[in-house]
């Protein structure tokens, strides 16, 4: 038996465990770690079966290639030289733009993910690029690229010391918060009510975290910016801002939030005017206070125009960057490079026009690329930690194109709807196998921390870890072939990253030798070595060798203003009312004057779920996880329900188990997204298979600005099956 400690590669939390191992290595226990200065011992249901997920026995252990509809196992030597095969007749014959990538949300989970998503994409050299944040929260860094010249200058709630928090669009107590870590969500609201502060959930349903609220308010789904127009127009027209920042564009603000009176949005979001009034009131009133929001409010069809107004509010009222308001993480490692200011649509998708936001296109747009013949066709995918028949809007469609490709390969531990599709299946190896450190996660925690886990079990002969493979990948997109080793590539970033600091103005590394540098690096692995870099170059000069000398993480203090040190725009104030968003918030007053169509659809995370890819594990299912549609029980006498109900978009139709749920808004219902794994070879999953929801989610419909799909708010007809 021995005791071990790492950080949960599952959510945002980054919660510390501590797992004891028998001698052949199998988890006995899951705890949390309470030596952990952030997380102090929290752990979820999720968390907790890790032993369980890391040893599913229908995860996969050796590479897998497709011959004539047959999955055979095969050696790592044959796997990439069938994907080297694979992939150059398709660029060789139809450029690099016909193979297209995407990167789920475990890519940005894993060491491998994070470090290789930069040199993968600059390798394939194509603009058909995707990633998971078009399906999630690239509306929050358009905003802020925008605001604040950087669409990485995100701030979290300062969730410890405000003194008021407006929630909107988000669920942490069931999803354990997001762009916005904090173990232990409901502990950090429990106490900021104990110390007198108050809370407010806006949100289509009363939620878990509503229930922790001192006021919850119904808002009709992807009428956020309306509300928030309406708390601007109010904070602008009673006088009650106090700007602390160098701003530019009030009178453009004031201008565009002119029509948005709280009695004009009113009927539209389905709050009274008198509580917008009185929340506008109450966030400059209080001594601090900050706005949050979430997939609610990011997967919508204004999403941009919501995370720029949550962000001006907190402006307005003099909370941005200050504690207790929204503030900006002061991360271990060194800031990650960007462009800044921000430009978006530097260039378009050839079938839809759609613009290019941060290197990628809409996700929305995916199967329009596979499924158009003419120059520029894809005609091969390359998808890593991604399950975009369940995940993306229009997901059978995006399985069915997928199904006409030349060639596909994935690096992936299940076959799954998506993986099914493929030609070559490069398996990551177990959880417990790799090191970890949340290069992304840890930019927007809510205090400054940080935590490096190394590798608890070692790699076994004939596994590779995913660093690896993600670097093969890249070297055989670069044209370096099957057999070029992984550690040369390495090196090669290693020493640009030295090279670059080593030129850098004011960089610590400025003048210096780079083999010398290089000399002094620590690491097991190419992106090991890589961090040690970027922590060097951090802010607070740790190694990676300090990490490895507290496994429990290290606190770095309470958040402190920063702003100063992301702002990138041109004038180098904050940009209140950017031009660029004019024509959408045009978008947003015709919605005004729409009328509600009878029933909406929103999503719902499951406590024990995570998107499509825990549903195979036994601890986790069945119970509250799942797949059915919350319906009023009003709206189930209306329209005459019973077991079952159909429900109808214009995209499709799926008939759905009907759970009567009081805490959903009349009008609306709620389908959980993730689902619909009937025929899968996973055994717990296919016996719990549930619907795909995102057969009934729109892809032609996005959220402007950022090419955001819309997976709240979706207009459905309900009616009883037959
Ligand atoms: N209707 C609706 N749809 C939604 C949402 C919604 O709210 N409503 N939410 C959206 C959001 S926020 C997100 S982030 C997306 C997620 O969208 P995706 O990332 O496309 O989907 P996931 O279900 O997270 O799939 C993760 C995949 O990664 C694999 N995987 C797990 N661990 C590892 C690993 O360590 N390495 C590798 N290489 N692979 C691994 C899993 O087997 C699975 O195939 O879904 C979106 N879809
Ligand atoms: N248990 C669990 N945890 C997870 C995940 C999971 O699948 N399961 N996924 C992870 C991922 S990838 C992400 S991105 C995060 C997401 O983290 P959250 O955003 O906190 O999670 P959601 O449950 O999607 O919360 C969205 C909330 O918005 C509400 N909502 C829907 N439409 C609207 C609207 O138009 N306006 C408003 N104001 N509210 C609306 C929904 O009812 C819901 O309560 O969670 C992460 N954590
Ligand atoms: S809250 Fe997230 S990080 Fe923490 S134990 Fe649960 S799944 Fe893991
Ligand atoms: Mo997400």
Known sequence: MRTVHRTCPLCDSVCGLRLTLDDAGKVTSVKGDPDDPFSKGFICPKGASLGSLDEDPDRLTAPMVRKDGEWLE??????FQAVHEGLTKVIEEHGRDAVAVYFGNPTFHTMGGIFYR????????TRNVYSASTIDQMPKHIACGYLFGDTFAIAVPDIDRTDYLLVLGANPVDSNGSLCTAPNFPARLKALRERGGKLVVVDPRRTRTADLADEHVFV???????????IVHTLLAEDRTSIALDVNGLDDLRRLAEPFTPEAVAAVCGVPADVIVRLARELAAAPTAAVYSRIGGCAQEFGTITQWLVDVVNILTGNFDSPGGAMLTKTAAMDLPRPRPYVGGQWHSRVRGLPETMGEFPVATLA????TPGEGQVRAFVSIAGNPVLSAPGGPRIGKALAGLDFMVCVDPYLNETTQHANVILP?????????YDLLLLTVTVRNYTRFSPAILPLQPGQMSEAEIMAKLTLIAAGAGPDAPASALDEQIVGMFLTGATQAPGSPYEGQDVAELRATLTGDSGPELMLDVMLRLGHYGLTLNDLVENPHGIDLGPLVPRLADLLGTESGKVELAPPQLYDDVERLRARLARPAPDMLLIGRR???SLNSWLHNVGPLAGGSN?????VNPDDIARLGLGEEAVVRSANGELTVPVEANGSIMPG??????GWGHAGSTQTVAGQHAGVNANALTDESVVDVPSGNAVFNGVPVTVRPAA
């Open 606 to 608: 499951q406590r024990r």
């Open 668 to 673: 609306v219902v709620s389908l959980p997204h």
């Open 626 to 630: 799942t797949c059915t549609l919350h």
């Open 74 to 79: 095969v050696g790592w030597d044959e796997a």
């Open 118 to 125: 930069m040199p993968l994409t600059q390798s394939l050299g």
């Open 428 to 436: 990551p190896p177990r959880i417990l196998q790799m090191a970890h």
């Open 368 to 371: 329009d690329e596979i499924e």
């Open 220 to 230: 009709r789904p992807g009428t956020d910016a309306c509300l928030l127009f309406g």
